[in-house]
């Protein structure tokens, strides 16, 4: 399902900070798909901000694709800056996202 690419940093569309405060609504773990979907951006733009994010310490990625905050003060910090209204955007989109993902792989059928 394409939706429309969120802007939090208008001045800034395409910057780290844009794929930062995004990441941070995840919480925990989160994956380049969910960030492509959510950011609009192409995924070599978004891979490249994302792997420049883990070289300067802010994000860690254990498994590829799937990324992390190293430093959850800095993740708070970002989602502080958000105002309500964007911190409601994004939950519903994430909540969407995520309950479309969930649909998705209930869909196929399962083995017993």
């Known amino acids: 399902m394409a939706t ?3 802007t939090i940093h208008p001045r800034e569309p ?3 900070k844009q794929v930062l405060s995004i990441a941070a609504m995840f919480h925990e773990r989160f994956n380049v798909d969910w960030l492509a979907e959510l950011t609009g951006l192409k995924a070599t733009q978004l891979l490249s901000t994302l792997e420049k994010l883990v070289k300067n310490g802010r994000l860690t990625s254990d498994t590829p694709g799937i990324y992390a905050f190293r430093d959850k003060d800095l993740q708070s910090k970002l989602i502080g800056e958000l ?5 409601k955007d994004l939950h519903q989109r994430i ?7 969930l649909t998705e792989n209930t869909d196929s059928p399962h083995l017993l």
């Open 14 to 16: 395409d910057s780290e």
């Open 83 to 87: 105002s309500a209204k964007q911190q």
């Open 95 to 101: 909540a969407g996202l995520l309950m479309d993902e």
């Open 4 to 6: 429309k690419a969120l």
